[in-house]
Structure formats: structure tokens, C-alpha cells
């Protein structure tokens, strides 16, 4: 019975913090340069902001992301992956993404 106790202490710690990882599906609007990570087919479209770092972003078409290529552009969308101390980028759900005018 002891031994059952420290392990299920582990596992609301861990449901804790599940709950806090999917609870980040906040709007978000970040401006920065649309770029293209990887080689075609398979490519990530990111976007490199000055202040908040690279935003993977999801929901962006092929064809969009390739015509928005090193382009300034304004995204708006859903937080899908909040920021983290780690090496994995945040990710946002595009909602609209517009080039920026005047802007490379």
C-alpha cells in the first residue's frame, strides 16, 4: 500500500500538468518574416518575430506559405504549443495571415 501512494501522487502532478499544456488556446497576433523550414514536399512554415522568437505555424496552406515566403507579414491565430524554456517552438493555428505592405 505504501508503494502505491508515491505513484499516485506522480500521476496528479503529471495530470496537472497536462491540464495546464492544453488550456493555452488563447488569440494571438505577431508580426514578423514568413519563412519556409525544410525542402519540398515537407516543409514547416515559421514565422520569425523580432520580440517573441520563431512560431511554428499550422493551417497554412502549401501554396499560401510559399507565396508568403520571406515576406513581412501580420498572423493572427490560435496558440496550439505556448512558448517553453525548451528547444521546441511554439506552434499557432493560423486564423488570417496578411504580407505586410511596404515591407520585404
Known amino acids: 500500500m505504501r508503494s502505491i501512494i508515491p505513484f499516485f501522487l506522480l500521476s496528479?502532478?503529471?495530470l496537472g500538468a497536462c491540464a495546464q499544456a492544453t488550456?493555452?488556446?488563447?488569440s494571438l497576433t505577431l508580426e514578423g518574416r514568413m519563412v519556409?523550414?525544410?525542402s519540398s514536399p515537407v516543409f514547416?512554415?515559421?514565422?520569425m518575430t523580432q520580440?517573441?522568437?520563431q512560431w511554428e505555424l499550422q493551417g497554412l496552406s502549401r501554396e499560401r506559405g510559399m507565396a508568403l515566403q520571406s515576406?513581412?507579414?501580420v498572423?493572427?491565430?490560435?496558440?496550439v504549443r505556448a512558448p517553453t524554456t525548451g528547444a521546441v517552438p511554439p506552434r499557432?493555428?493560423?486564423e488570417s495571415i496578411r504580407q505586410v505592405k511596404g515591407k520585404p
Open 12 to 14: 496528479l502532478t503529471m
Open 23 to 26: 488550456s493555452s488556446a488563447e
Open 36 to 38: 519556409l523550414k525544410g
Open 44 to 47: 514547416t512554415p515559421v514565422l
Open 51 to 53: 520580440s517573441d522568437g
Open 71 to 73: 515576406q513581412t507579414v
Open 75 to 79: 498572423v493572427t491565430g490560435k496558440v
Open 92 to 94: 499557432l493555428e493560423v
